[in-house]
């Protein structure tokens, strides 16, 4: 069997679900997801485990896994329902408005599950709502005026920026010390981002 996460475990994944029949039980995949992310969201990732899940939806660990087979199936799963939260910007905005507005959006849909955030960073995700999202932040890029090579480089640098916001964000809770706020950080981190790589086009236009 292909590794949970895999471009292949995705083919092996979305075949399945053509194939599923209904459950007698009415346990859907949907309403396994949506508990197991409450579940993180209360308690922690450590707290997502099938028998724990298991307990919260009234069933056994057996009927379970007729949904999942695995831990490591459901939390990559859970990762790509999660991105699934995310409204992308209109294409009829500006390129550089769109990466703006992407950007804020992953973001507030990360805080709303900060303990998800670890799990984005470890393998490629190619699940369908990550390659959405993905695919929509490269082409807002592009649309900024940025050459393929570097939309790439940028789009990852600015996902490396928006984890690492959420991340320390959830570290640090509330800002209480009177200085900006934690949005205005972030929007100030953005803008001067944006700034640098626009200036980095113009040069590479001048010496061309």
């Not at 999942?68 to 939390?75: C, G, N, P």
């Not at 550089?96 to 960073?121: D, F, I, K, T, Y």
């Not at 690492?164 to 900006?180: I, K, Q, T």
């Amino acid at each position: 069997m292909s590794a949970p996460g895999s471009a292949a475990w995705w083919r092996e994944h979305e075949e399945r679900l053509r194939r599923r029949r209904p459950h007698t039980d009415g346990l859907t995949l949907e309403l396994v997801l949506a508990e197991a992310l409450a579940l993180v969201d209360a308690e922690g990732m450590d707290a997502l485990t099938v028998r724990a899940l298991a307990g919260r939806l009234g069933t056994g660990s057996s009927t379970l896994y007729r949904h999942v087979a695995s831990r490591d199936e459901l939390l990559v799963l859970l990762v790509d329902a999660v991105l699934g939260e995310l409204r992308l910007p209109d294409p009829r905005l500006p390129g550089r408005v769109r990466v703006e507005q992407l950007s804020a959006e992953l973001r507030r849909v990360l805080r709303g599950h900060p303990h998800v955030v670890p799990a984005l960073g470890g393998a490629p995700l190619l699940g369908p709502n990550a390659m959405r999202a993905s695919a929509c932040g490269l082409e807002n890029l592009l649309a900024a005026g940025h050459p393929p090579d570097r939309a790439r480089a940028a789009y990852l640098a600015l996902l490396d920026y928006v984890l690492g916001s959420v991340a320390f964000d959830a570290a640090a809770g509330s800002r209480g010390d009177g200085g900006p706020s934690s949005d205005e950080v972030f929007a100030f981190g953005l803008r001067t981002f944006l700034d640098g790589l626009g200036e980095g086009l113009s040069d590479a236009s001048s010496a061309r």
